[in-house]
């Protein structure tokens, strides 16, 4: 049988003149492909934490001096760490494409104090611009490019 | 025991005449609380299915009220009452703009005055809009400004089942509620009728399955005459089969009707439309139609014969941008696309020009009763309604009754609570009987057919008296049956087969006002078209006909036309 | 009837002066190909069970009557075309929502949270008809329409994961609605809607699963409006320090 809800949901203050019967949950979302792509969606959000972690220890490494830096380097190159670099990578570009291209455009307001927004369809090529110089940009500093 | 809720005003009816009325009165006056009872929750009613526009003359525009006033007694056949018209006219534009300060989202011009379309019958554009969704957008603003007024309490889905009546005025009703099963009075010392109109009587309809006659059926049963109840408006547009409405916008933005032929009828031939082509009124062209049909220039489709709407010339921007449900529609409903593709379509019953009878005050002959909206017959329309003047009604009535309906509250007494409770009783046992009732073989679904195709034979675009005797008698008929009604549901919660029983019930007693005025009407009229007497006869019949209830059946009553500006003349366009 | 075809409907039943909780029953009844779901329901009231209680009316997708769960997914019935589905259909009343009756769910929760966004046109000086009109230019008027055409049909409170778990959030419909009046040009009340939206069960309730939109019959995008409303409602919290307004009431 289906998931019960919250019994109060979608429930008057004051109770119903007559028994009802108890709400329940949309039924088994998860086999339902735009359920499981919001689920993923949520889940991702463990490789923002993760990988804030490893930023603090990549900061620590480099307050401790070249040898724990060089140390940490070694422990990077570790299948593990790669392995869950790839993942993190797959999960940011499926988090930025979801949020960046299917939502955030259509939730921008018309507009914000006295700028209007511009037309919805340069929103999303807009985004992706920003998003391809925002990547260049990060390569570039990989690379080396800047002093 | 029955309970008992005491209110200053009842208002029977959450459509746009109903809602409008509520408001009138909180805003008419501090104290006063309004009972708004209505079977179904209000953003329901069926004014969300209009669709084209509501006119009104817009201030400032090269439009006149006089010309307002002029197009709408033509339309009616010179049946129209012309202090009403002057009223509703003069009254139109305040309504609408007082709508526009509540939010109601009407298309706009470049400069940001609200924009008109051309409406059939019409010699100017002054029909306002919001795309092709006006009855939505205006119930729910409506609606929505409603929740901001405490003093108007709701009782949704409750279904009024009787008017009170002490003293020989009307005190309160009894009411259904439909949630617990159990009846309730509701008192207050007047009532607004604003239940809208009857279309269900018929079978194929634009009207949704709430429009069963409740208002005028109270009022009738109580000894209020009904009027001009023999118009019976066909839209011209409707979709076969389901009857879902095309909206007259479509022609008014430019939209052809062509036959099986690809031929443009309406101007290659003369059904008396005239250079206004498409943008005639609503009952010549239905007729214009109906003789392509039997001239065997329709097209046979699954439910019948039909013509086309051809909006392909309109091209694909300007119908999303003013007729994106109409499009819709089509493609759910007729699985055509009009960007591409011609709609089938076919005259549909639409609209009650007839109605509980009242002045133009909204006051029926019975003290504290009033009605407005589809329900009532205000004369407005006479023997034809204009395209997009009934929102309008709805509006300037509704609020012309609710004021009405205060002054008289004021100077009347609360009625005698004992007196009323007992008729609450007596109604709450009648209805308790009829639940479940195991007694009769009938069924409901079965008389309600019989009584839809004995009034689409009798009562139809074109009708003729022996047809009409027909159904005069099979609907006499049908009442006897009803009263063997077999019922399968005796749960309390939400029983909506006693709702269907009840409603077929009023829906019968409003058949046979139809049908039995329309016998009587021995001319052709506006809607009223009769194959045995094809001209108007003002000599005979330029007075409406009210239908007053007695236990042995209808009886018949002349009432006087007020005429004063415009003399009847030949309606030619 | 040549052009009938049989098919099975497994309808939810529940009747609360009898079931304890609800059940199914089955009916196998003939259909036209063109049939919406509500057509079938509307047969089997008339011709084979007359205790089953839904509720419907316009029959034409506009008056929001006839929302319900077919095969699991928020549908207003008498827009959904049978032929999308194969040989037994389920039909049941939308989840979310305390069922009164078979079909027929409990809107009174709705109705509380449709008021509590305050849907009408708030101003400090309110004009008299006989001024005219406000002046709306088309941009004006497209900023907000979209969110206008709610239907209040509930399918978006019956698809989405939130409502079920919070009781106390204002859902979808709701939120699409004191938004439409929050970009109303003629609307000067969103500093008091926005109240309403930041607090408990306001629009940071949303996890944005976008079901609402997906589910929407007249594609107004609750969701869009819900995130819009989301972040308008942080503006205005960050600028009543920048500048205090004198709220009104």
């Given amino acids: 049988m289906a998931r019960l809800a919250d019994p109060r949901a979608m429930s008057p203050s004051r109770p119903g003149r007559t028994r009802t019967a108890p709400p329940v949950m949309p039924p088994l979302f998860p086999a339902r492909g735009r359920y499981r792509s919001y689920m993923l969606f949520g889940a991702c959000c463990v490789f923002f934490l993760l990988s804030s972690l490893l930023f603090l220890r990549v900061v620590d490494a480099l307050a401790a001096g070249p040898e724990a830096w060089d140390d940490l380097l070694r422990q990077f190159r570790h299948p593990l760490y790669l392995a869950y670099n790839v993942a993190a990578l797959a999960g940011f570009v499926f988090t930025a494409r979801r949020f960046f291209f299917q939502l955030f455009a259509k939730s921008q307001p018309p507009r914000i104090g006295p700028l209007p927004r511009p037309p919805l369809a340069v929103l999303p090529p807009l985004l992706g611009a920003a998003w391809v110089a925002a990547t260049a940009l990060i390569f570039c500093i990989l690379w080396g490019a800047f002093p | ?573 | 009837m040549s052009d009938r075809q049989k098919k099975t409907f497994v309808i939810t039943r529940f009747d609360p002066d009898k079931d304890e909780v609800p059940k199914t029953q089955t009916y196998e009844i003939p259909v036209r190909p063109d049939w919406k779901v509500l057509d079938a329901l509307n047969f089997i009231k008339d011709e084979v069970d007359g205790t089953l209680s839904h509720r419907w009316s316009c029959r034409m997708a506009v008056c929001g009557s006839c929302g319900m769960m077919v095969n699991g997914e928020p549908k207003l019935t008498c827009k959904t075309a049978l032929s999308d589905y194969g040989d037994t259909v389920e039909v049941g009343p939308l989840s979310n929502f305390p069922v009164i009756r078979d079909l027929v769910v409990e809107l009174e929760g709705f109705m509380e949270k449709f008021k509590a966004v305050k849907p009408w046109i708030l101003r400090a000086k309110e004009k008299a008809p006989e001024e005219g009109v406000y002046r709306q230019s088309p941009a004006e008027l497209e900023a907000f329409k979209q969110f206008s055409m709610c239907i209040n049909c509930m399918l978006c409170y019956a698809a989405c994961p939130v409502v079920g778990n919070e009781p106390d959030y204002l859902g979808p419909a709701a939120i699409a609605l004191g938004h439409r009046y929050n970009l109303d040009s003629r609307d000067e009340g969103d500093a008091e809607r926005n109240q309403v939206f930041r607090e408990e069960g306001g629009v940071y309730s949303c996890s944005y699963a976008n079901e609402c939109s997906e589910v929407c019959p007249k594609n107004v995008d609750p969701a869009a409006a819900i995130n819009q409303a989301k972040f308008l409602a942080v503006v205005d919290w960050a600028k009543s320090f920048v500048s205090p307004r004198s709220r009104k009431k």
């Fill in chain 2, 1 to 573: 025991m029955v309970e008992v809720v005491r209110h200053d005003i009842v208002i029977v009816g959450g459509g746009g005449a109903g809602i409008r009325a509520a408001i009138a009165a909180v805003e008419a006056d501090p104290k006063v609380t309004v009972a708004l009872v209505s079977k179904v929750y209000p953003m329901r009613s069926h004014t969300v299915s209009a669709e084209g526009g509501a006119a009104a003359v817009v201030p400032g525009s090269d439009d006149s009220l006089d010309k307002h006033a002029y197009d709408t007694v033509k339309g009616s056949d010179f049946l129209a009452d012309q202090d009403v018209v002057d009223y509703f006219v003069e009254q139109a534009p305040l309504e609408l703009t007082r709508l526009e300060h509540w939010g109601c989202p009407w298309s706009r011009n470049d400069d940001g005055s609200v924009a008109t379309r051309p409406f059939g019958g019409m010699q100017i554009p002054r029909t306002w809009y919001a795309a092709d969704k006006v009855g939505f957008h205006m119930l729910h603003t409506l609606f929505q400004h409603c929740m901001r007024f405490d003093r108007i309490v709701r009782y949704d889905e409750y279904f009024v089942t009787k008017l009170l009546v002490d003293g020989g005025a009307v005190k309160g009703v009894a009411a259904l509620d439909m949630r617990e099963g159990k009846t309730r009075v509701v008192l207050g010392r007047a009532v607004i009728l604003a239940t809208g109109g009857a279309g269900k009587c018929f079978p194929f309809t634009t009207n949704g399955t709430i429009k069963t006659g409740d208002g005028m059926a109270l009022a009738y049963r109580a000894g209020v005459g009904l009027k001009d109840m023999e118009f019976v408006q066909y839209h011209p547009t409707g979709l076969p089969g389901t009857g879902i409405l095309i909206t007259e916008a479509s022609r008014g933005e430019g939209g052809y009707l062509i036959n099986s032929e690809g031929e443009r009828f309406l101007v290659t031939r003369d059904y008396g439309v005239g250079q206004k082509a498409e943008l005639g009124p609503r009952d010549m062209i239905s007729r214009a139609i109906m003789q392509e049909i039997s001239a065997g220039r329709g097209i046979k489709g699954a439910y019948g014969e039909h013509v086309q709407l051809d909006l392909r010339h309109l091209g694909e921007a300007k119908i999303m941008k003013r007729l994106p449900f109409v499009r819709e529609l089509s493609k759910t409903y007729a699985g055509v696309d009009p960007v591409h593709q011609p709609i089938p379509i076919r005259p549909v019953v639409h609209y009650m020009m007839g109605g509980v009878d009242t002045n133009v005050t909204g006051a029926t002959d019975l003290p504290g009763l009033y009605a407005a909206g589809e329900c009532a017959s205000v004369s407005l329309n006479g023997a034809n309604r204009l395209g997009s003047n009934s929102l309008t009604e709805c509006l300037v009535f509704g609020a012309r009754a609710a004021i009405e309906a205060l002054k008289y509250a004021r100077g009347t007494s609360e009625g005698n609570e004992t007196a009323l409770r007992r008729q609450g009783e007596e109604e709450m046992a009648r209805i308790d009987a009829l639940r479940g009732r195991k007694k009769g073989g009938e069924r409901i679904s079965q008389i309600r057919r019989e009584m839809n195709l004995a009034m689409e034979r009798g009562c139809g675009v074109y009708r003729d008296q022996a047809s009409m005797q027909q159904t005069v008698a099979e609907v006499a008929q049908l009442k006897g049956r009803y009263a063997d009604l077999a019922l399968e549901d005796s749960s309390k919660v939400f029983n909506t087969e006693i709702l269907t029983a009840l409603e077929l019930g009023n829906m019968l007693d409003v058949a046979e006002t139809i049908a039995v005025a329309a016998l009587a009407r021995q001319e052709s009229r506006g809607a009223h078209a009769c194959r045995d007497y094809p001209t108007r006869n003002d000599q005979k019949f330029l007075h409406h006909l009210l239908v007053f209830f007695t236990p042995a059946g209808p009886r018949l009553e002349k009432k006087a036309v007020t005429i004063t500006r415009f003399q009847p003349e030949e309606r030619k366009y």
